[in-house]
Structure formats: structure tokens, C-alpha cells
């Protein structure tokens, strides 16, 4: 993004070098026993670079290319087999083990610095993302489920960011989780997407605000003894 064309930036397989730094990208990968070539990751991803393509001889199969691959994740969360991955990526079923008043979990963009940030309210459990737009129906309905009063997913200011556009997949699929909270009695508001503000303060700022408005989830009351 550097408007002067300043910092040099080669790419070299599945390796960034930035000013004399090598980046390692997660590139993402597909399991061909699983896939179904339904095409769903062609449509997700915002640089159409899976593509279902047909062997002689063999089914079709979505194949990702990894030497232009961007390492974003919208297309693990798109395919409804799983047959898509990110080896850095982890997507592990959740449990609530986190202590404070309303347990809230937040999935962030990695550049966002939360993971250093040592001022987090009590009952945040935070998981960074390579991209926010990665963050999959499965994961925010798993998070409720399991007894978190809310899910926040930060993203990241898209004239910024070397992923512009990929974060759209994470905006259509919390607003679409959080209407089907309200529908099965979980009520609105639950699950929110939210650009914090400039500066390095934002995210955390964001997770301030959305953790203050939480009320407890009725799936997290214990039965009466």
C-alpha cells in the first residue's frame, strides 16, 4: 500500500521478503478425498483463485494454486466439506473456560496487536485469524452454542490492508449468524462485526464497548440443582 512505491516487496513461492524479512505465508491447501467441487470456494474467494477443474480420467476437484494463493482463509470457511485448510489455522471446537462476568470471544485480524495486549476485560478469550474474513458460520455458531454471551469479530481498515475485499466473506456471515440467533431466542446483538477505529487503541476500545453491552446467554444458565 505504500503510495510511493518505497518498501520492496518480493514474493518467492509461499515467501514474503519485506526490507530484508521473510514472511511465511499459511497458504491454503485442499484435501482432494474430501472435496466436492461444488465451487463454493471459487465464488468466496475475492482474487478467484481456486478453480474446479476436471482430470481426465477422475472426478473434478478444487485446486488452489500456491504460488498466488494470499493466504487469507475465506475460502476454509466457504467450503462446507472441510476439505480446505490453513496449516497455521486453528479451528478446534471451542469450550468456555474463560472467567468474568459475560464470556466473550473475539476473533481478530493477526495485525490487530491484541495478542499483546495485556488489557483485555475479564472473560475474553481471543483467537487471531489471518484474515477476519475467514471466520466461518460453523465457528460463531459453535461459540454461542458452547455458552459464549457474544462473539466479536474485529477487522481491519480495508484501505490498509494487503487482503482488501477478503474481509466482506466475515461481514456476510456474522450478519447472517446473528439474525439466526435472534430466530432461535438468542436475541440480536450477539455476534457483531466492527472496524475499530484508527490507532493502535481501536481494537481494544472495540472490545471494551461490545463487552460492556453483553447480557448472559440464556444457554450459558446452569439447571437448577
Request: hydrophobic content about 40%; overall charge negative.
Amino acid at each position: 500500500i505504500c503510495p510511493t512505491d518505497h518498501i520492496k516487496v518480493r514474493r518467492e513461492g509461499t515467501n514474503y521478503r519485506i526490507w530484508d524479512r521473510d514472511f511465511e505465508l499459511s497458504v491454503c491447501q485442499v484435501d482432494e478425498q474430501l472435496c466436492r467441487a461444488c465451487g463454493a470456494c471459487e465464488e468466496a474467494c475475492p482474487w478467484r483463485i481456486p478453480r474446479v477443474v476436471l482430470r481426465r480420467g477422475q472426478a473434478a476437484v478444487a485446486v488452489i494454486n500456491p504460488d498466488v494463493c494470499k493466504a487469507c482463509g475465506v475460502c476454509v470457511a466457504a467450503c462446507p466439506s472441510g476439505a480446505i485448510s490453513q496449516p497455521a489455522d486453528e479451528r478446534e471446537p471451542l469450550a468456555v473456560e474463560v472467567e468474568g462476568p459475560q464470556p466473550l470471544l473475539v476473533y481478530a485480524c493477526g495485525r490487530s496487536d491484541l495478542g499483546a495486549c495485556n488489557e483485555l476485560p475479564g472473560g475474553v478469550e481471543l483467537r487471531e485469524l489471518s484474515c477476519a474474513g475467514s471466520v466461518s458460520q460453523a465457528q460463531l455458531m459453535g461459540a454461542l452454542a458452547s455458552g459464549f454471551a457474544g462473539v466479536l469479530v474485529l477487522g481491519r481498515h480495508e484501505s490498509t490492508c494487503r487482503l482488501d475485499g477478503a474481509e466482506q466473506h466475515g461481514r456476510a456471515t456474522v450478519d447472517r449468524v446473528d439474525r439466526l440467533a435472534d430466530l432461535v431466542g438468542l436475541g440480536s446483538g450477539r455476534v457483531r462485526f466492527v472496524e475499530p477505529s484508527a490507532g493502535r487503541g481501536g481494537p481494544l476500545s472495540a472490545v471494551r464497548e461490545f463487552a460492556a453491552g453483553l447480557e448472559a446467554s440464556p444457554l450459558s444458565a446452569k439447571p437448577a440443582a
